[in-house]
Every structure is written in structure tokens, then in C-alpha cells.
């Protein structure tokens, strides 16, 4: 390996005593500004390793196509309707499917080595994690907007217009970033990235399968209607169908506050618990 | 209340994975400014001992103080001063050389400005200023250890931890992170070294802690190891290996103690305590018409020492290719 890559100058006595002897001790960082490091790290790998990018513009334009064309006739009778139904809820599955790479990215940094780098520095300890799902906004919110884009394309017009998709990203932001909390969970406590990735499909195909994105809950077995009305990402559908379409209720979205509410309260200590205490290799 | 504190004292530390008890009753102490090596082969504990006094993991009992303070309690009192460059390169392959040590420089608090100039600085100290824009995945293993011992170093900590620094380097890289350790030492840095290199203990440590199965099981210089077991040892390389059984037999003669056979067919070894007789049998050895190529008194290896501590050579359970030049 070192054989490929001649390097041709090697360590300079002076110059590192004179770098060793810097004494610039700037204080611990504030929590906003080591959040800020980290979600810039998540930016770079972004940078650096664009094939990342693929299950964020791949993944929604396949599943938008397919469900649109597969079901759109059986289900609502044409395309056309299915797609003002469809795309709200495609849209949220897109980005809430997309969230548990986040368990991946975190156990695949315990996996190497730079997890105790950060756990060694005296710095904010949530930021890591903070940063990490800051970072993973631009992710989100590209994959929301290829949905959308593609949606119009193939005939989605949303009636509460350029206000409504907006503010639909918003929410579906917020709660990406709350259910994260869920697939962090998971990354410290499966022992490689591999299971964790596998655990999180697991988990994740029936959370957004089974809610109202595809068909109306009422066609639905009772006990399954139970389920689906339980589900967090039912909530955010139904608000996003009515912040697209112009005509959300404050209930509406307040269940989506209220979910989000819930999964960082049991979710953020969890994982805060368990990172402070991982480690134990 | 001692006047002077060690940089680094710990007292019976402990620790277990369920049933297999790992650490049984550590017990170091590392004065303000020195090297000291905790060697031993894998398994020993010396990477647990260290993620422990470097506040990643938690003894199950035993206190460890930095500088008079207690880690367990104040962790990030601790982390303030202290710095560890683990056994995996603790830096991100993804991201480039630079990059790497703005982020650790922007969590310690540097402004991103300072972080840029700091970082630079560092890169060039390391060697690395042209490998700053390229990704760390790219890099060989030597660049990769120094841009990880750089990242530990972008505050300069009052401790130093390395936890097999070497491990996995060519020797030219190896002697890169020796003239390292040997600088930052120079400037007052407090350095833990764990290695599995009798020469790298050997080379670099005021003290060297050795280690077994969890327990301390000797302590002191490399001199002082070397002369618990014994005062000398005679080596003795001959030119045909056939003439090995006849020097065997001469030297058992002349000196009067069991004459080890080195695995190398045509070595031969023996502790002695009165060097006059090494000459005496040497010229026996012309005598006979024994040519050897090779001829040296000196104190003991450190494979000698743990030899004789533990019963079981160091080199026999390692998988790597370095080995101890006599």
C-alpha cells in the first residue's frame, strides 16, 4: 500500500517541536457550534462520496414510478386520481425510509476508529449525533424534492400550491429528524453496520407500510386500522395531504408535534444513555 | 499529601466482560514528563488499561488519577489534558487530511480560521502538507498513524496516550512515529505507550511496565528488567552449522552452564555471570577450528526477560513480522 504512494517528506524535527509547542488552548466549543462542525462533516462526506447520494434520487423516483402505475388504475380508478392522493405520501416515505441510514452512519463510525476520537474530546456530547442528523437535512430534503419535482412531472398539482409543499418539507424535516432518534437506537446497539441496516428495513418496511400512504385505512381488517391510526407516519401523511392540498387542520398537525414529541422523549435519552456508555468492546 | 504528583497513578484497577476478568489489580504510576511502555503480548489488557485511562471505558473497580484528579468522577477534567491515538487510525477515510484535523480542531473550540492554520501547521510538521486535499483513504498506513497522532496532538496534551502506535508499519514508517514520540517527548509531553515490541519498549521507554493475563509482572527500566535475569549473555553465530553439536559441548565445558540452542541452526546462547570465561571458551572455540561469524556479550534481550517472567517467548505469539535484532 505504501509502496504506491511515495512520500517524499518526512517529519521535520523543528518544525514539529515549534507545532507541539503551540500553547493555543481556545475553550470547550458552545453545543450550537460543535453541532455545526459535525453536520459540516456530514456535508463533506457528501462531497467526497456522491454515490451516497443515490438512495436519496434513485430510491423516491423508483417508488414514486412504481406505486404510481402499478396500483394507480387497480386503486383509484386512473393515474391521474391516485397521483394527488399518492405523492403526499410517497413524499413522506421517501425521506422517513431514508432515516435510518442514520444507524447505519453511526455504527459504521463506532466501527472505525474516529467514534472514540469524539468520545475523547471535551466537547458537547449530543453534538455528534446533533450534527450527524443536521447534516442528513440536505439529504432529506433533496429526496423530497426529487419526489415532488417527479410528481409534477407525471401530473401532480397540489392545490396549496408552492406554500403547501414547502411548508410539508418542514414538517416532514422535523419529523425526520425525531424519528432519527429511533435508528441512532439501533446503531449503538447492534454489534455491526451490516445488522443495523438490516434491523432498520426490518422496522422500517412495516412503520410505512402500514398507514394510510397507499390506500384509505377503512378498507382495512379493524385490528389493522388500530395499528395504522397508532403509527406516527399516518399522522404525518394525513397533515401533509392537507398542507398540499390546502386544507390542514391545527389538529392535523399537532398529532404530527405531538409524534415527534413522543419519539424524542423516549428515544433521544435512550440514545444519549447508550452512546455515553458504548464502548465496551 | 505528596509534594510532587504523578502525571498518571493508578491503584488496583479491575475490570471484567462478564466472566472473563481482563484487568486483575493494575498498578502504575508514570512520573510528570516520562515514557513508560506497558508491554505485553495481545490479550494482556494493555488496550483496556488504556481506554480506560483515557475516560472511554469504566473500571469495574481501582482509582485512576490524572495529575491528582480522578477520571472516573471528572471525566472531562480529564479529557482536557489528556489525548489518545488508538489502535485503529481514529480518523475519518472519507474526508482528507486537512479536513480531518479542522474537525478535531473546530471540537476543541478553534475558531475555523484558527482551525485552518492550525491544521496546516500540523500537516507540515507531519510530513503531510502535499497529502492535505487528498482523502485519508488514500493514504498509506505510515501517513495515516501520523496524520492520527497529529489529530491527538492539535491541543497539546499534558498526556499522551498510544496505544500500539507501530503496529502494522513498515520499519520506515515505524522509525517515523519513534522520532515522533522521541520530539513530543523532548517538549515535556507525559507518554503511555502500549506496545507489543520488545525494541520499541526498549528504544523509546524511561520504564517499562510489563504485562500478562491482566496483572502487572515486572516494572522498571529496561536495564533493571534485563539484569533480574541474569548478569550476561554470551551469542555466538558460527559459520557451519554441522560445527554446532562441537561448539555446543566446548562452551558447556568452558562455562559451566546450560548452553541454549537458538532456533536459527547455527546460534548458540548462554547466561553467564563472569565474562572472563566468554573469552577464555572463545579462544577454546579458535582452538578447535569452530569459525563463527558472529560474536557478542551483552546484557539480555527483552525476549529474554519476559522468557524467564512468563515462561512463553513474546515472538511465538505474535503474527506480525517484526522481530527482535540481537
Same mark, same amino acid.
Given at each position: 500500500m505504501a509502496a504506491t504512494q511515495p512520500n517524499l517528506t518526512s517529519v521535520d524535527q523543528a518544525t514539529l517541536r515549534s507545532a507541539v509547542s503551540s500553547s493555543s488552548r481556545p475553550g470547550r466549543p458552545g453545543p450550537l457550534d460543535a453541532s455545526v462542525t459535525m453536520a459540516w462533516r456530514a456535508l463533506l462526506k457528501i462531497k467526497h462520496v456522491p454515490m451516497q447520494l443515490f438512495d436519496v434520487t434513485l430510491f423516491p423516483i423508483m417508488m414514486t414510478l412504481m406505486f404510481t402505475f402499478l396500483f394507480g388504475g387497480a386503486l383509484a380508478g386512473s393515474v391521474g386520481e391516485y397521483v394527488q392522493f399518492l405523492i403526499p405520501g410517497i413524499f413522506v416515505m421517501t425521506i422517513a425510509m431514508i432515516t435510518m441510514y442514520t444507524g447505519h452512519a453511526l455504527n459504521t463510525d463506532i466501527a472505525k476508529g474516529i467514534f472514540d476520537r469524539f468520545r475523547s474530546l471535551p466537547f458537547w456530547r449530543p453534538a455528534v449525533l446533533v450534527g450527524m442528523l443536521l447534516g442528513d437535512m440536505v439529504r432529506y430534503t433533496l429526496a423530497g424534492m426529487v419526489v415532488i419535482v417527479l410528481g409534477f412531472i407525471i401530473g401532480f398539482r397540489p392545490d396549496g400550491g408552492v406554500?403547501?409543499?414547502?411548508?410539508?418539507?418542514?414538517?416532514?424535516?422535523?419529523?425526520?429528524?425525531?424519528?432519527?432518534?429511533?435508528?441512532?437506537?439501533?446503531?449503538?446497539?447492534?454489534?455491526?453496520?451490516?445488522?443495523?441496516?438490516?434491523?432498520?428495513?426490518?422496522?422500517?418496511?412495516?412503520?410505512?407500510? %402500514?398507514?394510510?400512504i397507499y390506500v384509505d385505512p377503512a378498507t382495512m381488517p379493524e385490528w389493522l386500522q388500530v395499528v395504522v391510526n397508532l403509527n406516527p407516519i399516518t399522522h404525518v401523511?394525513?397533515?401533509?395531504?392537507?398542507?398540499?392540498?390546502?386544507? %390542514?387542520?391545527?389538529?392535523?398537525?399537532?398529532?404530527?408535534?405531538?409524534?415527534?414529541?413522543?419519539?424524542i422523549a423516549i428515544f433521544a435519552p435512550l440514545t444519549m444513555y447508550l452512546y455515553s456508555n458504548k464502548g465496551s468492546r | 499529601m505528596t509534594a510532587v504528583k504523578h502525571a498518571i497513578d493508578v491503584k488496583g484497577l479491575r475490570k471484567s466482560y462478564g466472566k472473563t476478568e481482563v484487568l486483575k489489580g493494575i498498578d502504575l504510576e508514570v512520573k510528570r514528563g516520562s515514557l513508560v511502555a506497558l508491554l505485553g503480548p495481545n490479550g494482556a489488557g494493555k488496550t483496556t488499561?488504556?481506554?480506560?485511562?483515557?475516560?472511554?471505558?469504566?473500571?469495574?473497580?481501582?482509582?485512576?488519577?490524572?495529575?491528582?484528579?480522578?477520571?472516573?468522577?471528572?471525566?472531562?477534567?480529564?479529557?482536557?489534558?489528556?489525548?489518545?491515538?488508538?489502535?485503529?487510525?481514529?480518523?475519518?477515510?472519507?474526508?482528507?487530511?486537512?479536513?480531518?484535523?479542522?474537525?478535531v480542531a473546530r471540537l476543541l473550540g478553534f475558531s475555523w480560521k484558527q482551525a485552518k492554520t492550525r491544521s496546516t501547521e500540523l500537516l507540515a510538521a507531519f510530513g503531510l502538507t502535499e497529502a492535505a486535499d487528498r482523502q485519508v483513504k488514500k493514504y498509506s498506513g505510515g501517513m495515516r498513524?501520523?496524520?492520527?497522532?497529529?489529530?491527538?496532538?492539535?491541543?497539546?496534551?499534558?498526556?499522551?496516550?498510544?496505544?500500539?502506535?507501530?503496529?502494522?508499519?513498515?520499519?520506515?514508517?515505524?522509525?517515523?512515529?519513534?522520532?515522533?514520540?522521541?520530539?513530543?517527548?523532548?517538549?515535556?509531553? $507525559?507518554?503511555?505507550?502500549? $506496545?507489543?515490541?520488545?525494541?520499541e519498549a526498549d528504544q523509546l521507554a524511561d520504564r517499562i511496565v510489563v504485562i500478562d493475563h491482566g496483572a502487572v509482572i515486572a516494572d522498571g527500566t529496561s536495564g533493571e528488567l534485563k539484569k533480574s535475569v541474569g548478569?550476561?549473555?554470551?551469542?555466538?553465530?558460527?559459520?557451519?552449522?554441522?560445527?554446532?553439536?562441537?561448539?555446543?559441548?566446548?562452551? %558447556?565445558?568452558?562455562?559451566?552452564?546450560?548452553?541454549?540452542?537458538?532456533?536459527?541452526?547455527?546460534?548458540l546462547s548462554a547466561q553467564i555471570s563472569d565474562p572472563d570465561?566468554?573469552?577464555? %571458551?572463545?579462544?577454546?572455540?579458535?582452538?578447535?577450528?569452530?569459525?563463527? $561469524?558472529?560474536?557478542s556479550l551483552g546484557q539480555p534481550s527483552l525476549d529474554e526477560v519476559f522468557l524467564a517472567l512468563t515462561g512463553e517467548s513474546l515472538d511465538e505469539e505474535e503474527t506480525s513480522t517484526e522481530q527482535e535484532i540481537a
Open positions: 406554500i403547501g409543499v414547502l411548508l410539508s418539507l418542514i414538517l416532514v424535516l422535523i419529523f425526520a429528524f425525531s424519528l432519527s432518534w429511533a435508528w441512532t437506537v439501533l446503531g449503538l446497539l447492534l454489534p455491526t453496520p451490516e445488522s443495523t441496516m438490516m434491523v432498520s428495513s426490518m422496522v422500517s418496511f412495516p412503520l410505512t407500510f %402500514a398507514t394510510n401523511v394525513t397533515a401533509v395531504r392537507g398542507l398540499m392540498s390546502g386544507t %390542514a387542520t391545527a389538529d392535523q398537525i399537532g398529532l404530527v408535534f405531538l409524534s415527534c414529541a413522543v419519539l | 488499561t488504556i481506554r480506560i485511562l483515557a475516560t472511554l471505558l469504566k473500571p469495574d473497580s481501582g482509582s485512576v488519577q490524572i495529575f491528582g484528579q480522578d477520571v472516573v468522577k471528572e471525566p472531562d477534567a480529564a479529557r482536557q489534558r489528556v489525548s489518545l491515538t488508538g489502535q485503529f487510525a481514529s480518523v475519518d477515510e472519507d474526508l482528507t487530511g486537512l479536513e480531518n484535523l479542522m474537525l498513524r501520523r496524520l492520527d497522532i497529529a489529530a491527538s496532538i492539535v491541543i497539546s496534551p499534558e498526556i499522551l496516550f498510544l496505544d500500539e502506535p507501530t503496529t502494522g508499519l513498515d520499519p520506515r514508517s515505524r522509525r517515523q512515529v519513534w522520532d515522533i514520540v522521541r520530539t513530543l517527548l523532548q517538549t515535556g509531553t $507525559t507518554i503511555l505507550l502500549t $506496545t507489543q515490541y520488545l525494541e548478569s550476561g549473555t554470551v551469542r555466538l553465530r558460527l559459520q557451519q552449522a554441522e560445527q554446532r553439536p562441537e561448539a555446543e559441548q566446548i562452551l %558447556a565445558r568452558a562455562l559451566g552452564v546450560p548452553i541454549h540452542l537458538e532456533k536459527d541452526q547455527t546460534s570465561l566468554a573469552s577464555a %571458551a572463545l579462544s577454546l572455540l579458535v582452538d578447535a577450528g569452530i569459525a563463527f $561469524t558472529d560474536f
